[in-house]
T-cell receptor
Framework: TQLLEQSPQFLSIQEGENLTVYCNSSSVFSSLQWYRQEPGEGPVLLVTVVTGGEVKKLKRLTFQFGDARKDSSLHITAAQPGDTGLYLCAGALKAAGNKLTFGGGTRVLVKP | DSGVTQTPKHLITATGQRVTLRCSPRSGDLSVYWYQQSLDQGLQFLIQYYNGEERAKGNILERFSAQQFPDLHSELNLSSLELGDSALYFC????????????????FGPGTRLTVT
């Protein structure tokens, strides 16, 4: 069982539709990061959330950190083919310093 | 471009061999992290160095070792390679070490794809 569970594992939608990716854990994280990774490349940091209940927006992407800092979600509005990729959440546990624990990832395919 | 460089981009070698992967962190970053990404295991943390010293260890095999040099570049050494070691190996860097749960943002390099035949 992974410390961070992401759902769904795979999502295929049409351009213009909305989507939400979830990241859940039974542990409390001091912070949580979201990354997007394209095939053959390294993960690219999208956002870091630190405060419980925090909401951050990055253009059409909305990130939320749960009140208890155990879960997070990523919502994409009006998805575009350029949003296609592997979305990874990664949490930092206070007891483990800055060692990031990654979720298994959600593979998103946006079809034109 | 994250500013983190990794060489080589691709590496093909035979079982039993030894290879060295190299990483240069972003300018000003003192921490270097190594990760392994395979299809069935996702992204797994291997080891972290901060300013030349080992700071955290993850699921790193005894056949693997790493070090960070005075110029802050890092090398990951993989020996007695097995077929199962085939994977993407990523290096990431951050400005701090992350003590007390402070999550410094990590910036990833483009990775080295290792194929063991």
């Amino acid at each position: 069982t992974q410390l961070l569970e992401q759902s769904p594992q795979f999502l295929s939608i049409q351009e213009g539709e909305n989507l939400t990716v979830y990241c859940n854990s039974s542990s409390v994280f001091s912070s949580l990061q979201w990354y997007r990774q394209e095939p053959g490349e390294g993960p690219v940091l999208l956002v870091t959330v630190v405060t419980g209940g925090e909401v951050k927006k990055l253009k059409r992407l909305t990130f939320q950190f749960g009140d208890a800092r155990k879960d997070s979600s990523l919502h994409i509005t009006a998805a575009q083919p350029g949003d296609t990729g592997l979305y990874l959440c990664a949490g930092a546990l206070k007891a483990a310093g800055n060692k990031l624990t990654f979720g298994g990832g959600t593979r998103v395919l946006v079809k034109p | 471009d994250s500013g983190v460089t990794q060489t080589p981009k691709h590496l093909i070698t035979a079982t039993g061999q030894r290879v060295t992967l190299r990483c240069s962190p972003r300018s000003g970053d003192l921490s270097v992290y190594w990760y392994q990404q395979s299809l069935d295991q996702g992204l797994q943390f291997l080891i972290q160095y901060y300013n030349g010293e080992e700071r955290a260890k993850g699921n790193i095999l005894e056949r693997f070792s790493a070090q960070q040099f005075p110029d802050l570049h890092s090398e990951l050494n993989l020996s007695s390679l097995e077929l199962g070691d085939s994977a993407l190996y990523f290096c990431a860097s951050s400005v701090g070490s992350g003590g007390q749960g402070i999550a410094y943002e990590q910036y990833f390099g483009p990775g080295t794809r290792l194929t063991v035949t």
